[in-house]
């Protein structure tokens, strides 16, 4: 069978997010024990992740629970922002951008909610590939088989036709057991090789 549609994770993969010490460097403003904002936020990051959450109310939850006025709450989430926007991978999102009208394009991606507003105005995701799946519009993430369903769904293609390129082992594997054609990112060179290893011996 011919792949038809290549389809890209976001984090680690189109763009490179380092860790910047967001949660450590607001730990020591605040004064509170390594580990305490994840404790205190967790379920906040989680509900963002599937849309069960507005912007507003992470910002008014994170304001109530670590008792700062709605201007810390506001620089709390630019820094969160700042860290998970990364920088753009420019070699793989070139690549990307060069594989239409080959073959249609995709992005699947375990997201927060406001995250596709502001990786538009940063990379231009929405003008890059013909669909995007992003988790908190939809409310399911990676590594439900129904996200990559959806994903196959809006490209139009069978699981068989697809190649699915992410960083995390167990997101390759679920949408392996579907069908679809995974290839683990780690780096540039190897993610274009195999890439095109697999268009080239389905004679897509």
Not at 61 to 81: E, P
Not at 193 to 200: D, K, N, R, S
Request: glycine content about 10%; overall charge negative; some cysteine.
């Amino acid at each position: 069978m011919v792949i038809r549609a290549v389809v890209f994770d976001i984090g680690d993969v189109l763009e490179i997010a380092p860790d910047l010490g967001v949660d450590r460097r607001w730990e020591a403003r605040l004064g509170l024990a390594e580990g305490e904002l994840v404790r205190r936020l967790s379920d906040v990051w989680a509900a963002g992740a599937v849309g069960a959450i507005t912007e507003e109310d992470v910002r008014d939850t994170i304001s109530g629970r670590l008792g700062v006025g709605r201007g810390q709450a506001d620089a709390i989430m630019a820094d969160v922002w700042e860290q998970y926007l990364g920088t753009g991978n420019t070699d793989l999102i070139d690549y990307a951008r060069g594989l239409r009208p080959r073959c249609r394009t995709g992005i699947l991606s375990n997201s927060f909610v406001g995250a596709r507003e502001r990786e538009q105005a940063a990379y231009g995701f929405e003008d890059l590939v013909d669909d995007i799946v992003y988790s908190h519009e939809v409310g399911m993430s990676k590594p439900d088989p129904e996200i990559y369903r959806l994903s196959c769904a809006r490209l139009g293609v069978n699981p068989e036709e697809m190649i699915f390129l992410d960083d995390v082992e167990p997101h390759i594997a679920a949408a392996c057991a579907l069908g679809i054609h995974g290839i683990h990112y780690r780096d540039n060179a190897q993610a274009i090789t195999e890439i095109e290893g697999l268009l080239a011996s389905t004679g897509a």
